[in-house]
């Protein structure tokens, strides 16, 4: 017998239990198998893929407990899911990596509503200047819907780079109340370079 080969039983009944509508139950099992570390990730990948709802989403959390480069692969990949939840997951993780500006930006466009949502809010929080562009551009899209825009502004706020500014102010015209307390919240965080500004508009 290959002893490489050999699987700890009570794996199998921690993934099941993974299912359970009581939720003391649901924790207990997930503790124990991040635990188990590396161990327990077949079973885990296979019920993300294959698996309920709950137990698909309760493995990616378990999995997205840990540092590891199955871990990661597969968290990239879940990122465009269809199922925004296990996209979400797969978001929060990734923006804990390093290169996580880039494989956002990547997936970005690929990915569902509220995944975009998730996202914005990762690269803003992130502060990074490679996500400028990207979140002007979903800004002044068409068919950006209000929640996605909202949430840019927000992000645009939160990076904190000079070049949004114009863009932003240009949305204090808006009819939309909401978008506007948006980007005048967001344009707190120019203080320092819109103070400048008007001091060397009344100096000139």
Do not use: C
């Amino acid at each position: 017998m290959n002893g490489s080969q050999q699987v700890d039983p009570s794996i199998g009944s921690l993934v099941e239990a993974l299912d359970s509508p009581d939720w003391d139950e649901r924790t207990a099992a997930s503790e124990r198998l991040i635990a188990m570390g590396s161990m327990a990730y077949p079973l885990l990948i296979d019920q993300i893929r294959v698996g309920s709802m709950r137990r698909a989403v309760s493995a990616a959390r378990v999995l997205a407990a840990q540092d590891h480069s199955v871990v990661y692969d597969t968290m990239t990949g879940l990122i465009p899911s269809e199922n925004p939840l296990l996209g979400q997951i797969a978001v929060e993780y990734v923006a804990r990596q390093p290169h996580a500006v880039d494989v956002l930006l990547d997936n970005l466009h690929t990915s569902t509503y509220l995944v975009q949502i998730s996202i914005v809010q990762a690269l803003g929080m992130l502060g990074s200047s490679k996500a400028l562009e990207p979140l002007l551009q979903i800004l002044s899209a068409p068919n950006t819907g209000s929640s996605l825009r909202l949430t840019v502004v927000s992000a645009l706020g939160m990076l904190g780079d000079p070049r949004a500014i114009p863009h932003l102010q240009a949305l204090l015209e808006s009819a939309d109340e909401h978008m506007v307390k948006r980007v005048k919240r967001a344009l707190e965080n120019f203080a320092h370079y819109l103070d400048s500004d008007e001091g060397q508009a009344k100096s000139s």
